[in-house]
Each structure stands twice: as structure tokens, then as C-alpha cells.
């Protein structure tokens, strides 16, 4: 298999051996995904990260993506919450096979992404709509992670094991702690998506805007606009646009789904410091990493925050 080097480097970075050892068997692996629901040989997906993403066409010629990744948990809640979103505002799980590490889902066609639109406001109005919708009760029994659990793991690792260097300023640990405290003490779970971002909404010529790639957590509503406000925002921008940005997608989750703007800015703390701690665990970093972190630093003390 021809397989892109980002997905070649990145597997044995996340998984370690599992994953070295993954890899020369993925060939076979989809194989049998294409034999037990009778696919066509699809055509490779022009951007995958951790896992082989292929699109191809079932045996009535309907079109579908298959994706096939290490199994491992945050590929069977994706696998969970496909199937508890049963196609709102979602991506349709057809199947999926925990052994396999497979799942067959819609596929987007055209599958244009959200930043593609090229227009600040007309994409916050989109994605709060699906926000709107996409969120639903936590179910009565899930093996899903909650967001507390997220925090509190990411949070501790960092002070202790992935940032020795203290680049994560420790105050603003304490601040994003503070903020996810006075979230969970206002505001009720419900079951979110928990990476909805520019990236992970496309378009459907039949069912509109949907999201894919969910992560499956429970948590406040609120908190799902917070991966969102800190994307889509290139580095080489001023930083004065990039902050204007930011306060117009404030305003719009705030109008559209009846939050105080101090709340939506909550969400947006608490996002930007959880990221940048998963960065120091995956070793992502990079050129600009710091870039959220500096505009949390500006705009969130206009908030009391």
C-alpha cells in the first residue's frame, strides 16, 4: 500500500509498537472490510492523520467512507456516539467492527469543508446550528469519557510528566480549572462531539452540513464551541484580526445558543489549555503553538477569567 507519510510517522508516534505492528497488516485488514460489505476498491482519502480513510461505493453504488485505524478506546467511542447521533447532524454509521478497527460510514459528497467557505460568520452560524442539533442527553449506559475526566488526566500529566519546561504558564492551568468549575456547577452533561472544528463539519449535496470524527465525551453543552473558537486561526494573521475573529464567533455562539459571552469564553480557556497539554503528550508542538495561548491570555481577562 501507498500509504502517506504523515499516517506512517504518526501511528508508531501514538501507539508505539502497536502501532509499528499495525501497519504492515493494514493491507490485509482491508481487505476483509472490503470482503465483509462487499466493496469496491475505493480511492485513498486525500487527507488522513491516524487512521487509513477510503472512499469507496457499496454494492447498490451508494458512496461511503471506510475508515480503519489501531483499536484502541478513542476509536470505539468514536464508533458509539456515531451510532447514538443515528445521523443527526452527523455522518451515518452503516457498521463498524471493533476487531477490525473499521468503520463504514455516509460519505460526504461533495464533502466540502466548513473553512472552505471563506467567511468568519456564515461558518460560526453553521457550525452553532449543528451544535444546536448535534448534542443530545447522555445516555442511561455509554463507555464514553467525560470531559472531567479529561481535564483532570491532561491537567495532572502536564504539571507532573509532559512539560517539565513549565511552557504551559502554570496560572493559566489553574485559571482553565477555575473555568471548568464554574461550567460544571451551572450547567448539565449532555453527549458532545468533542473535536468539532472547521475540519470535522462537511457538506452533504442531500442532508446539508454534518459533522464526522467524533470523539464521544460528556460534558456541558457549552464546552463544545470551545475546540472551534481557537481553529481556522493561521498565525501569519495580525493578531488584531485574529482577536476580532474571535469576538464574532463569540458573539454568534452566544446569540445562538443562549450563552453569556463569559461562558463561551469559558469554553474557549478551557480548550486551549487542554489542547496544548495533549500537544505536549503527542510531541506536536510545532512552529506557532503558542498562538492560542497568547489570545487566551488577551481576551480572557476582558471576561473576569
Known sequence: MDLPQQLLEKVPRIFGDKGRSWLPTLAGILQRCRHKWRLADGVPAPFM???YIEFTTTPSGAPVAL???????????EMEALRLYAGRKAARLLDADRDLGAILMQRMVPGTMLWQLDDNREETEIAASIIAELTGPVPPQHDLPTF???????????RTEWDPEERMPRDLLVRAERAFAEITGNFDDVLLHGD???????????????????????????????RYLQNQLPGDLPLETRIAMIRERISIFS?????????????FLIDAVLSHCWSFEDGELGDGWQHSIDLAQVICPNFGL
Open 49 to 51: 492523520s491516524m487512521n
Open 67 to 77: 475508515k480503519i485505524g489501531v483499536p484502541h478506546a478513542e476509536l470505539f467511542t
Open 148 to 158: 472531567a475526566q479529561w481535564i483532570e488526566s491532561a491537567f495532572r500529566l502536564t
Open 196 to 226: 468539532l472544528h472547521h475540519e470535522n463539519i462537511l457538506l452533504d449535496e442531500r442532508d446539508g452540513w454534518l459533522a464526522i470524527d467524533p470523539k464521544g465525551v460528556i460534558g456541558p453543552r457549552c464546552l463544545e464551541v470551545g
Open 255 to 267: 446569540t445562538a445558543l443562549d450563552y453569556p459571552p463569559r461562558t463561551i469564553v469559558a469554553a
